[in-house]
């Protein structure tokens, strides 16, 4: 059983700032845990009842209260500081990177749609092609994509990208990701969208530039035909 | 005042340093979950509004401001009526109590009739909350945000006529005097509550 | 019941008004006396047994899902019983599961941990703790009862119609909730929407009579700074219900609407806002996990103060961290949406304000700490009880630091770290609490001690297999697993972890098991236990100055208060408790200062249970 608590291995440009993030928040936590759970069970050793032990007589103490009130509001502070520039560079459409690749992905029960702008790379076009199930990207370069849904709400989910945005029907929103090595990843859905929800699922193909573009092109003459 | 902790404790004696009684606490703390309620519908008006200006008209255009405007004179004057009764009662008027309850009744339910009146010539005109009668204009969210919040407030001044009814009935018996008219006091909020909130939801849905 | 009635009965609640007439003066029939009764701790005892059986509901709908999670495929031992809708053979079907998860958690959030917290403490302690003879309108209250009967029948009766209960998810976000064309069931989520609007009218009915209580009718000397923290939480719970569940119920009426005729409020093919049914959705369910956790606090502040023999640490301090959690309850239920779409600045504010309001909640959990340090610390079973509520929500607090940053967030979202992080906060936090105020209270509430030995078996087995259920599924949500799905296996990528599901759901199964002791216990203690003195745990509260079980109207003397709940071991008297109501020495028992000063009559300590 894998009782680890080390995130498994990201393959996106911003996964590692993601990642530290975590294991930041997680030695904070930690510790945090085995001070108060180590200190609880301290007290009940030291003052459990004994014959003739009265308890102290005290109602508290206001320099205490005023340091553990003000001592977790700048730990939280801080991490939610810490948090905020990965957040921006994830969610923020302003900050997404101007040449990249553009998709879209239409979600509808209980599969993938991955729509690629063919060859004038524009989308909307009649040489669009569509896969399904099948995201395929080049290694190392920014890709673009805007959700969509038909019917429910749906969620993309990249585990290996640290990627997730709900697609939600009636709306088109953008994410972006970059990855750094080539292989096969997943791609999931992580939002209940009715019984077939678990088996919505596609896989991630990351190839290198040359190998991506002879597989678009071919995708693209199968189009033609 | 010496709360002497021997005297024997008489249920229906009330608790001691009490401001206000029970009844008229809890209805104004009902009429908070009330606000909430009307903040939900409300809400969820403007937003959609936001969201799709397209759906809405003009005022006027479909909704009859004039008519509701004189609905909204009719329920106005039912307060200052229920203000009357209030202060008859508070003086022992008996008399005073019950016309001014009748005549409280009597604008509410004209009140809901014209209501039923409006909505009868709205549906006749095509304008329903039903999403399949709409696909061509693409008004139907106008259409159910306007009869879900003017629907609800007009069932609540169905619910509050038919307690102001029962309340005369219970004047007639003389159950109220002047020391003692918790009833005709918590009818009375409710129903300046429900005027209030058809002063708001006659201003955003009629008139902007 | 009639309009007319329904006025003529609130009329005749008011003890203060010339209808009212008590009915305690007189001997009551049995169905006046035990089935519509107005006696709050009738009604309290009618809300636990009621909320016992949904939490029985809830633990078998609990268990079939890890069932299916353990053994993927497999048939059900005796799951035969079922039609071949849901389970053909034994073999749980995709959208079979799909109601087990929405069932379980909708019977558990509002059917059980609710009712128990607030329908169970909230009955039986407001008034006794207040000096009370009875709540502020005791026919509303029975009224707010059988509306949950009422509620809790249909949403057992979906279960039965054609394409079985809700399946959408206990959240039944907008679209897939709006229509039988996503999910298959049609009925059942119009029965769902139903049942959870009258179960609201529930709790708003019970929330106006609390609050009106707490304010109108506590005993003299009972000020503000006195109430113990039971019936504080209580009260502030009261507040949060009053004002949270409206803005749920107008959302149900729309969804309701948008599936029975045909409006489009959350349909986007009709230009509706499916985000607009989540935002009235989390703006009433931030303020109910609130609801959800700070009865309990209450609670566990109570049995740590007595069993500690202690004063609680920073009463003042303990009042103001659950004021501030109520008006921060309000502001951060976007933390809930960081993954659906929202504008991402939006994004950051609701990080802002959800990292603020862990801090009240730290605060507590160091008073409790506090509270134990130099005490004199008893193991009885609801201290057991209460002490893992503070070990438990440590955990469930520090997991919910990973969430609230919207960037770790992203991942963790919709994972079974979710799922770990709220039954954390929900078993290990309320659950526990609940256990603790239930062993704590029962003498009261039943006038017979609980076994003790059997108690703390109970407790230890539930502590330890709780943990094995739960807190590998921090682990299952850091490698990717995402919640709600029927079979994980259908990912490669979560293919080996399913030996450690099949280990959870082993524990499940046994933690489930555990709670038959605590059945036994609770209904051999009943009828078999010892007899419950008045005062059993020398505690100092109003509660413990009357019979066990207390008569009909209370007290027999109105009560004066002469000091805060929690003087234990006040240097003041011998005994290590100093009850509320105990004049002071040198008071004479009409609370003015004696011409002579005596030495005040001290507490005769009695025998503690368990000791």
Redesign the interface.
């Known amino acids: 059983m894998n009782w680890s608590w080390m995130m498994p291995e990201t393959v996106s440009t911003y996964g590692p700032a993601i990642d530290q993030l975590y294991y930041v928040i997680l030695v904070i936590t930690g510790v945090v845990f085995f001070l108060t759970e180590g200190a609880l069970i301290a007290f009940l050793v030291m003052y459990r009842h004994k014959e003739g032990r009265k308890a102290a007589y005290i109602h508290g103490s206001t320099k205490a209260e005023v340091v553990w009130t003000v001592v977790p509001f700048l730990i939280v502070m801080a991490i939610a500081l810490a948090s905020k520039s990965s957040w921006d560079l994830v969610k923020n459409p302003a900050n997404f990177p101007a040449d990249a690749m553009r998709l879209v992905v239409t979600a509808k029960q209980f599969e993938w749609n991955v729509t690629y702008p063919g060859a004038d790379g524009r989308i909307g076009t009649a040489d669009d092609f569509t896969v399904r199930n099948q995201l395929h990207i080049p290694v190392n370069r920014a890709v673009r994509v805007n959700l969509r849904a038909e019917d429910v709400i749906h969620s993309f989910f990249l585990p290996e990208f640290r990627l997730k945005q709900d697609a939600i029907p009636g709306r088109e929103i953008p994410v972006w990701f970059e990855a750094t090595r080539t292989g096969e990843f997943t791609l999931g859905c992580a939002e209940l969208c009715g019984l077939g929800h678990y088996r919505m699922k596609g896989t991630v193909y990351v190839h290198t530039e040359a190998d991506f573009q002879s597989w678009a092109a071919s995708r693209a003459e199968e189009q033609q035909q | 005042m ?8 008489d ?13 008229k ?2 209805m104004w ?2 009429l ?3 606000v ?2 009307f ?3 409300i809400g ?1 008006y403007i ?2 509004r936001f ?2 200006p397209e ?1 809405w008209t003009e005022p006027g255009v479909i909704l009859n401001v004039s008519l509701t405007a004189v609905n909204t004179f009719l329920l106005i004057c039912s307060s200052v009526t229920m203000v009357k009764a209030f202060a008859a009662i508070e003086q022992g008027d008996q008399k005073g109590l019950k016309l001014w309850l009748l005549a409280t009744i009597l604008i509410g339910a004209s009140f809901v009739g014209i209501q039923f009146f409006e909505y009868t010539k709205l549906i006749h005109e095509g304008f329903v ?6 696909t061509a204009e ?1 008004a ?2 106008y259409g ?2 306007f009869y ?1 919040m003017t629907g609800f407030h007009g069932a609540h001044v169905t ?1 509050g006529v ?2 102001l ?3 005369l ?2 004047a007639m018996k003389g ?1 109220y005097t002047s020391e ?1 008219y ?2 005709v006091e ?2 009375g909020l409710y129903w300046h509550f429900v005027d209030l909130v058809w002063i708001i939801l006659f201003t955003i849905v009629y008139l902007l | 019941m009639s309009t007319a009635q329904l006025v003529s009965s609130l009329e005749k609640e008011d003890r203060t008004q010339p209808g009212y007439t008590d009915e305690g003066l007189h001997e009551l029939s049995f169905i006046r006396k035990y089935v519509f009764s107005t006696d709050h701790k009738t009604i309290a005892k009618q809300f636990l047994f009621l909320s016992l059986f949904f939490l029985v509901v809830g633990g078998a709908l609990a268990g079939m899902m890890r069932w299916q999670l353990g053994f993927p495929g497999q048939p059900l031992p005796g799951g035969g019983v079922f039609p071949d809708t849901m389970a053909p053979g034994g073999i749980i079907l995709p959208e079979f599961y799909n109601s087990l998860v929405t069932m379980h958690g909708t019977i558990m959030i509002f059917f059980a941990i609710m009712p128990l917290l607030v329908g169970v403490f909230g009955n039986l302690l407001i008034p006794l703790q207040l000096g009370a003879p009875d709540m502020a309108f005791p026919r509303l209250n029975m009224a707010s009862f059988w509306l949950a009967v009422v509620a809790g029948t249909v949403m057992m009766a979906s279960f039965l119609v054609e394409g079985g209960a809700a399946g959408a998810g206990w959240t039944s976000y907008a679209p897939l909730s709006t229509s039988g064309e996503w999910t298959g069931v049609y009925l059942g989520q119009q029965l769902w929407l139903v049942s959870l609007i009258i179960m609201g009218a529930s709790s708003l009915t019970g929330a106006v009579n609390y609050i009106t209580t707490v304010i109108n009718m506590r005993a003299p000397g009972m000020t503000w700074f006195r109430i113990p923290l039971p019936t504080w939480s209580l009260f502030i719970t009261a507040i949060l219900i009053l004002l949270a569940i409206p803005i749920l119920t107008g959302g149900l009426i729309m969804l309701l609407f948008d599936q029975l005729i045909g409006t489009t409020f959350f349909i986007p093919a009709g230009s509706g806002e499916p985000l607009l049914w989540q935002h009235i959705f989390w703006f009433f369910g931030h303020p109910e996990v609130y609801i959800l956790i700070l009865p309990a606090m209450g609670i566990v502040s109570e049995v740590l103060s007595c069993r500690a023999r202690k004063p609680i640490f920073g009463y003042h301090a303990m009042v103001l961290a659950m004021v501030s959690i109520a008006f921060l309850g309000w502001v951060v239920w976007g933390h809930h949406m960081f993954q659906s779409g929202m504008n991402p600045m939006l994004g950051t504010s609701f990080m802002i304000s959800t990292v603020v309001i862990a801090v009240p909640s730290a605060i507590k959990t160091f008073n409790w700490l506090g509270t134990l340090w130099r005490g004199d610390i008893h193991f009885d079973t609801p201290m057991l009880h209460a002490l893992s509520f503070v070990s438990m929500f440590i955990i469930g607090g520090l997991s919910g630091i990973f969430m609230a940053a919207p960037a770790v967030d992203i991942y963790l979202h919709d994972t079974y770290f979710i799922v770990a992080h709220l039954h954390y906060v929900l078993f290990g936090g309320s659950l526990f609490g609940i256990f603790a105020g239930i062993t704590f209270w029962f003498p009261k509430m039943f006038g017979r001690m609980m076994g003790e030995g059997l108690g703390k078996v109970h407790f230890w087995l539930t502590f330890i297999f709780y943990n094995l259920v739960f807190f590998p599924m921090h682990n299952l949500g850091i490698q990717g697993m995402m919640r709600r799905l029927y079979d994980p296996n259908e990912y490669e990528f979560l293919q080996p972890l399913q030996e450690m599901s099949t280990f959870i759901s082993i524990s499940a199964f046994l933690l489930v098991g555990t709670q038959s002791l605590f059945a036994f216990n609770f209904f051999w203690s009943m009828f078999r236990g010892r007899q419950a003195p008045a005062n059993p745990w020398n505690s100092n509260t109003l509660e413990w100055t009357v019979p066990s079980p207390p008569p009909h109207g209370n007290f027999a003397v109105m009560p004066t208060v002469y000091r805060g709940p929690y003087e234990y071991s006040s240097p003041e008297v011998d005994a290590d408790f100093y009850p509320q109501d105990r004049p002071p020495p040198g008071a004479g028992p009409g609370g003015q200062a004696a011409p002579e000063p005596t030495p005040g009559p001290a507490p005769t300590p009695e025998p503690v249970a368990g000791d």
């Not at chain 2, 709360?3 to 404790?9: D, F, L, Q, R």
């Not at chain 2, 249920?11 to 009844?23: A, D, E, I, K, T």
């Not at chain 2, 909350?129 to 709409?134: E, G, L």
């Open positions: 010496n709360h002497s902790a021997t005297a024997v404790m249920p229906r004696h009330p608790m001691p340093g009490m401001q206000v009684y029970n009844l606490l809890g703390i009902f908070l979950s009330e909430m309620f903040t939900s519908l969820s937003i959609l969201a799709h759906h909350p039903n999403f399949a009668a709409y693409g139907n969210l159910a945000t879900l619910i038919l307690c009814s029962f309340v009935f219970r159950a003692s918790g009833g918590i009818i």
